[in-house]
């Protein structure tokens, strides 16, 4: 018998889900919005949360690793009335446990549910002690960086690749690092290869090495990037800018850990771990051919996405505070403040340059404020109070709030209207209705009966 929370606001399929729930001996509990699910996770520990995606106040695929913080940490199981393949990638990246179309939730719910609680049942019975991660350069204790401590902990437990991806700025290398300093190669090098910066001639001599006399100039053999980090880490970094004729070679060293410098006839041997990072989305390379798909997937045994500052704001104060304090520290002055209007300006700022624009622009605000004990608004950079001050502005095209219907009332205008058209351009033929939309019949039917639309032929359809 398990704990199960269903979050949705259609209260046909949540009664559906009770009575099959309750049936099978699990104690289930409903929430009809995402607010009223999370206060009820903080008081219940759930072992399931069964979770629609549109909700009335917000997507829930974005409230997945919110669920996941709570104490039970509990399994989500996703379903949606329009699947499709981007909202599933993005439930299992965001930790959903399985993914199901609600017009099939309850034929299919039994199999993902099962395999679930067998699931946590292991992993209650192979609990072992914590890890303690040592990420003292990292900054940031928000929901989406906590998800991407928890990889780190078990890459750095592993000798497996990390693929690490994310915008510029976010801090890839501060994590490759950490996953080296956390691991039982510590102790070694970690030698990073900037894929981007090295000429496509001396990617293969930087990489492998050269013998003397290997090519004009090669006056003396040189070990090779690859020698250095026998025994420890290496660290590509910018991965998909590396040539295709050199992904062919490198493939073979990162499978058979052996290479031949350039020039030589004898091969040597490396113990070497691979972790790379790209600001690409090497999915795409392998579509457009740019990047070869065996590589991509060797690399990806374990795989981290960094979210954009945007995407994380509640760490900014810790990162500004963070920042002014080794400013300071640097400077040799006294620690100075903040204004709460100076957060909030750095608060409504997207930064597309991520962490290292947050870093460069405390540097530019000092250079502003060299003798000020307080930090304020006027002291940021144009750019940042410009996007400020918009923030205060009306938009022309703004809706009223008066002119806007509750979103069940919304919701169940635009249904009606749909069904109304549909089977119009059905002309009334339910199974070309399914065709048209999409809906299962199952579904189709209970719309129709929902809004007194069932054809008959004494009821003609509604007129455009």
């Given at each position: 018998?398990?704990?199960?929370?269903?979050?949705?606001?259609?209260?046909?399929?949540?009664?559906?889900?009770?009575?099959?729930?309750?049936?099978?001996?699990?104690?289930?509990?409903?929430?009809?919005?995402?607010?009223?699910?999370?206060?009820?996770?903080?008081r219940v520990e759930f072992d399931i949360v069964l979770l629609d995606v549109q909700m009335?106040?917000?997507?829930?695929?974005?409230?997945?690793?919110?669920?996941?913080?709570?104490?039970?940490?509990?399994?989500?199981?996703?379903?949606?009335?329009?699947?499709?393949?981007?909202?599933?990638?993005?439930?299992?990246?965001?930790?959903?446990?399985?993914?199901?179309?609600?017009?099939?939730?309850?034929?299919?719910?039994?199999?993902?549910?099962?395999?679930?609680?067998?699931?946590?049942?292991?992993?209650?019975?192979?609990?072992?002690?914590?890890?303690?991660?040592?990420?003292?350069?990292?900054?940031?204790?928000?929901?989406?960086?906590?998800?991407?401590?928890?990889?780190?902990?078990?890459?750095?437990?592993?000798?497996?690749?990390?693929?690490?991806?994310?915008?510029?700025?976010?801090?890839?290398?501060?994590?490759?690092?950490?996953?080296?300093?956390?691991?039982?190669?510590?102790?070694?090098?970690?030698?990073?290869?900037?894929?981007?910066?090295?000429?496509?001639?001396?990617?293969?001599?930087?990489?492998?090495?050269?013998?003397?006399?290997?090519?004009?100039?090669?006056?003396?053999?040189?070990?090779?990037l690859i020698t250095h980090a026998d025994g420890g880490v290496l660290f590509l970094d910018?991965?998909?800018?590396?040539?295709?004729?050199?992904?062919?070679?490198?493939?073979?060293?990162?499978?058979?850990?052996?290479?031949?410098?350039?020039?030589?006839?004898?091969?040597?041997?490396?113990?070497?771990?691979?972790?790379?990072?790209?600001?690409?989305?090497?999915?795409?390379?392998?579509?457009?051919?740019?990047?070869?798909?065996?590589?991509?997937?060797?690399?990806?045994?374990?795989?981290?996405?960094?979210?954009?500052?945007?995407?994380?704001?509640?760490?900014?104060?810790?990162?500004?505070?963070?920042?002014?304090?080794?400013?300071?520290?640097?400077?040799?002055?006294?620690?100075?403040?903040?204004?709460?209007?100076?957060?909030?300006?750095?608060?409504?700022?997207?930064?597309?340059?991520?962490?290292?624009?947050?870093?460069?622009?405390?540097?530019?605000?000092?250079?502003?404020?060299?003798?000020?004990?307080?930090?304020?608004?006027?002291?940021?950079?144009?750019?940042?109070?410009?996007?400020?001050?918009?923030?205060?502005?009306?938009?022309?095209?703004?809706?009223?709030?008066?002119?806007?219907?509750?979103?069940?009332?919304?919701?169940?205008?635009?249904?009606?209207?749909?069904?109304?058209?549909?089977?119009?351009?059905?002309?009334?033929?339910?199974?070309?209705?399914?065709?048209?939309?999409?809906?299962?019949?199952?579904?189709?039917?209970?719309?129709?009966?929902?809004?007194?639309?069932?054809?008959?032929?004494?009821?003609?359809?509604?007129?455009?």
């Amino acid at each position: 018998m398990a704990d199960i929370l269903v979050v949705d606001d259609d209260r046909d399929i949540c009664r559906m889900l009770e009575t099959r729930l309750g049936r099978s001996g699990h104690n289930h509990f409903v929430a009809h919005t995402l607010a009223d699910a999370l206060r009820l996770a903080e008081r219940v520990e759930f072992d399931i949360v069964l979770l629609d995606v549109q909700m009335p106040d917000g997507n829930g695929l974005e409230y997945i690793p919110r669920f996941r913080t709570f104490a039970s940490s509990p399994e989500v199981i996703i379903f949606t009335g329009r699947g499709d393949s981007d909202s599933a990638g993005k439930a299992i990246r965001s930790g959903a446990w399985g993914y199901i179309e609600k017009a099939n939730v309850i034929n299919e719910l039994a199999p993902p549910l099962t395999r679930a609680l067998e699931y946590r049942e292991e992993k209650r019975k192979s609990r072992v002690a914590p890890f303690h991660l040592n990420r003292d350069r990292i900054i940031g204790r928000s929901i989406r960086m906590n998800a991407c401590f928890d990889i780190v902990a078990k890459a750095a437990g592993s000798e497996a690749n990390v693929l690490i991806s994310g915008e510029t700025g976010t801090g890839k290398e501060l994590f490759a690092r950490a996953i080296h300093e956390n691991s039982s190669r510590a102790d070694r090098n970690i030698v990073t290869v900037d894929c981007a910066a090295l000429p496509e001639t001396l990617i293969e001599s930087a990489l492998f090495g050269h013998s003397r006399g290997a090519f004009t100039g090669a006056d003396q053999a040189r070990d090779g990037l690859i020698t250095h980090a026998d025994g420890g880490v290496l660290f590509l970094d910018e991965v998909g800018e590396l040539p295709p004729s050199i992904q062919k070679s490198f493939l073979r060293v990162l499978q058979e850990h052996r290479y031949r410098p350039v020039g030589s006839l004898e091969e040597r041997a490396s113990s070497f771990r691979v972790v790379a990072a790209t600001n690409r989305n090497l999915e795409i390379c392998v579509q457009q051919g740019t990047f070869r798909s065996d590589l991509y997937f060797r690399l990806q045994a374990f795989t981290i996405h960094l979210p954009p500052l945007r995407e994380r704001k509640e760490d900014i104060v810790e990162l500004t505070m963070h920042c002014i304090g080794r400013l300071c520290d640097r400077m040799k002055v006294e620690l100075k403040g903040v204004s709460p209007d100076f957060i909030e300006a750095l608060a409504s700022y997207d930064w597309p340059g991520n962490v290292r624009e947050l870093f460069q622009t405390m540097e530019e605000v000092f250079a502003n404020g060299t003798h000020a004990r307080i930090l304020f608004p006027h002291h940021l950079p144009e750019r940042i109070r410009i996007s400020h001050s918009r923030g205060y502005l009306t938009p022309k095209d703004r809706e009223p709030a008066e002119n806007l219907l509750q979103w069940r009332q919304a919701k169940e205008k635009f249904e009606a209207e749909y069904i109304d058209r549909l089977m119009r351009a059905a002309q009334s033929r339910t199974r070309k209705a399914c065709e048209i939309s999409g809906i299962s019949k199952a579904r189709l039917y209970q719309l129709l009966g929902k809004y007194d639309r069932l054809p008959s032929r004494r009821t003609p359809l509604p007129s455009p």
